[in-house]
T-cell receptor
Framework: DAGITQSPRHKVTETGTPVTLRCHQTENHRYMYWYRQDPGHGLRLIHY???????DKGEVSDGYSVSRSKTEDFLLTLESATSSQTSVYFC????????????FGPGTRLTVL | SQELEQSPQSLIVQEGKNLTINCTSSKTLYGLYWYKQKYGEGLIFLMM?????EEKSHEKITAKLDEKKQQSSLHITASQPSHAGIYLCGADKVGAGSYQLTFGKGTKLSVIP
């Protein structure tokens, strides 16, 4: 299994506060992704990265920003958290030349009150 | 945009029974991937199908991509409690780079001992 960790694993915050979620990988995978998973919507891509400092928007990027200053770390920031951003967030990685398989982290459960 | 519809949304079977989960795409599939998610955890890659008519097996799980490449089925033979979880199909997001995937909403499988 790819070594992917997410921190924190659980977080409760208040509306309007900034929140940063961290994804850390030890597999030197080029591609990294942030998804959110919600009942009725399934898994949706927020942002992704195709290299250090190279990022792009996914399907549901409004209200989120990302940064990747090192291969192993991909940060997801909620600039001003809203209740609609209550969700389970998953980080995933993908190796070059292995587009078929993404490795997922354990998830972060975020509650915005 | 491409959509993946999974059926059924949920399934409860007796241990030992066979079952089938379907994934239907609104567009031609160039790559179809099956993942499994245990409750409260991240996704685990099961298998990938690319060619129309292709069939792959992993232990007691068999997946097939139909000839027209717009539907895939996942069949579990002699189900066990360890098969319980959420099964998601994913597909290459047509026209997108960076190995982006689109996912179905998932099928929740419960296996009663």
């Amino acid at each position: 299994d790819a070594g992917i960790t997410q921190s924190p694993r659980h977080k409760v915050t208040e509306t309007g506060t900034p929140v940063t979620l961290r994804c850390h990988q030890t597999e030197n995978h080029r591609y990294m992704y942030w998804y959110r998973q919600d009942p009725g919507h399934g898994l949706r891509l927020i942002h992704y990265s195709y290299g250090v400092k190279d990022t792009d928007k996914g399907e549901v990027s409004d209200g989120y920003s990302v940064s990747r200053s090192k291969t192993e770390d991909f940060l997801l920031t909620l600039e001003s958290a809203t209740s609609s951003q209550t969700s389970v967030y998953f980080c995933a990685t993908g190796a070059s030349g292995s587009r078929y398989e993404q490795f997922f982290g354990p998830g972060t459960r975020l509650t915005v009150l | 945009s491409q959509e993946l519809e999974q059926s059924p949304q949920s399934l409860i079977v007796q241990e030992g029974k066979n079952l089938t989960i379907n994934c239907t795409s609104s567009k031609t599939l160039y790559g179809l991937y099956w993942y499994k998610q245990k409750y409260g955890e991240g996704l685990i890659f099961l298998m990938m199908l690319q060619k129309g008519g292709e069939e792959k097996s992993h232990e007691k799980i068999t997946a097939k991509l139909d000839e027209k490449k717009q539907q895939s089925s996942l069949h579990i033979t002699a189900s066990q409690p360890s098969h319980a979880g959420i099964y998601l199909c994913g597909a290459d997001k047509v026209g997108a780079g960076s190995y982006q995937l689109t996912f179905g909403k998932g099928t929740k499988l419960s296996v009663i001992p």
